[in-house]
């Protein structure tokens, strides 16, 4: 799983199979909370030091390597790779699911692993003839790490800086490409796919539209027109149907939250704030009585902000009452009235039966 999210979720399902690296979450520091198992069911977090894990790896899934310490030099292709573990997966199980246990991955820690440059050709001890000898990497070197816009992960070259056995005739540092994905197979089509003949057929009529910059556009129909054309076949109507869908479904297709629809109505609110003002400030300064123009100006200003403080109320009053908590509110005071007038009859028409240890008040 990816690192692009670091949660406790995806830092123990970190193992990739992806060779690409797009981000460097992998040396963000591991919380000790989520290396707390809160019960023995809870999977283990398995991680190292942040210190001690490597920033880019040169072993990635499809790579070929053998095991330090191997005399039989066995080829092992990578499977995939836990970058906060520094371990690395190949293929073949560890056991063979012997005992009803599920078979586990072999796994081997990144210090272990040799990558595999290729197959060369050296002469024999004899000095006779050749043989095919394949060539490990034992220390790797690599260029300076880039971003990759087109892409979107990190790329850089990776060569072998020294090799075991030693390349006589190769001076410089070797380079090791990089495993090619492989493509993926698709399967054979069914009677449940669509035919290459009915894709590739084209359905499209050009719309019948005039060249002259000075000819009719074509004229949207209304909605009873199109209901009516839709359910009679045999109606002729009069607009043109080989016109483009987009000119009949403008209100459908365009978005009402969209950032410019959200400006248009911004702007319309705005202007009706002013022209408000406008009117407001007109009728003072037709009734001055005695004020001064600035004095008239404030006071319609101060007017003009306690009719939209008071909408802003109003409006504000009106969506808490439209919404889903208030009828629930409603629901359960009715349910607790009631509650109590259903306690009340239950005390008013309470009737003891008469009992030698009762004893009645004088008053009554």
Request: net charge positive.
């Amino acid at each position: 799983m990816s690192l692009k999210y670091f949660t406790r979720r995806t830092a123990i399902d970190a193992t990739t199979t992806s060779p690409y690296l797009t981000n460097l979450n992998h040396l963000l520091t591991v919380p000790r909370a989520w290396l707390k198992r809160r019960s023995i069911y809870d999977p283990k977090l398995k991680s190292v030091r942040t210190k001690d894990r490597i920033r880019f790896w040169n072993i990635v899934p499809g790579d070929q390597i053998r095991l330090r310490g191997d005399k039989s030099n066995t080829l092992h292709e990578v499977l995939s790779v836990n970058r906060l573990s520094n371990r690395v997966f190949v293929k073949g199980a560890s056991n063979d699911g012997a005992d009803n246990k599920i078979a586990m991955t072999k796994n081997h820690h990144y210090s272990r692993c040799q990558l595999f440059v290729g197959n060369y050709e050296f002469p024999t001890s004899d000095g006779l003839g050749k043989e095919v000898v394949p060539v490990f990497a034992q220390r790797v070197t690599a260029t300076k790490p880039s971003w990759n816009l087109l892409t979107g992960h990190f790329v850089w070259n990776r060569y072998a800086a020294k090799t075991l056995p030693r390349i006589p005739w190769e001076s410089g540092h070797v380079q090791i490409p990089w495993p090619k994905p492989e493509k993926p197979t698709l399967p054979e089509p069914s009677n449940y796919d669509t035919s290459k003949e009915v894709v590739t057929e084209v359905t499209y009529k050009v719309p019948r539209i005039q060249q002259a910059l000075s000819g009719p556009l074509p004229r949207p129909p209304t909605e009873e027109e199109f209901l009516t054309a839709m359910y009679n076949p045999g109606y002729k109507a009069s607009f043109d149907d080989s016109a483009p869908v987009e000119v009949y479904l403008n209100m459908e297709l365009s978005n009402p939250h969209a950032r410019a629809k959200k400006q248009q109505r911004w702007k319309i609110r705005k202007s009706v704030e002013k022209s408000r003002l406008d009117e407001i400030v007109a009728s003072e300064m037709k009734q001055l009585n005695g004020r001064t123009e600035r004095e008239a100006r404030a006071e319609a200003a101060f007017r003009w902000r306690d009719e939209l403080k008071q909408k802003q109320e109003e409006q504000k009053k009106m969506r808490w009452k439209d919404r889903v908590a208030d009828v629930n509110m409603i629901r359960k005071a009715r349910n607790k009235v009631k509650k109590q007038e259903r306690q009340r009859r239950k005390l008013t028409e309470l009737q003891l039966e008469d009992e030698p240890n009762q004893f009645i008040p004088k008053d009554l």
